[in-house]
Nanobody, 122 residues
Framework: QVQLVESGGGLVQPGDSLRLACAASGRSFGDYYMAWFRQPPGKERSFVAAITWGGWVTYNPDSIKGRFTISKDNAKNTVYLQMNSLKPEDTAVYYC???????????????WGQGTQVTVSS
């Protein structure tokens, strides 16, 4: 079993930056792919970015256009999502996810965090 806890969400203004964190606990994380998804109000949850424990990354270019960076700290079992130049359309609940198999945009991972709200508004 894997437990995921997100933190770092909040209310920011357009153009601001925010860093989300996902602390993982449970089994060995070298076996898992990690990812961030987001769900805007009234819309479906969608893939944002993924990272392997070895550091290979995948992004959804349509949603972030180079403004977000996923990274990890193996010693802390934590995955981060650095979000820059935030826009109102980035407003969503952001979810951390983990999966034994590779996470692609069409993947529905096995493990999810509870989500953290990010609101971008002036």
């Amino acid at each position: 079993q894997v437990q995921l806890v997100e933190s770092g969400g909040g209310l920011v203004q357009p153009g601001d930056s925010l860093r989300l964190a996902c602390a993982a606990s449970g089994r060995s994380f070298g076996d898992y792919y990690m990812a961030w998804f987001r769900q805007p109000p009234g819309k479906e949850r969608s893939f944002v970015a993924a990272i392997t424990w070895g550091g290979w990354v995948t992004y959804n270019p349509d949603s972030i256009k180079g403004r977000f960076t996923i990274s990890k700290d193996n010693a802390k079992n934590t995955v981060y999502l650095q979000m820059n130049s935030l826009k109102p359309e980035d407003t969503a609940v952001y979810y951390c996810a983990a999966n034994r198999a590779r996470i692609d945009p069409g993947t529905w991972p096995d493990y999810w965090g509870q989500g953290t709200q990010v609101t971008v508004s002036s």
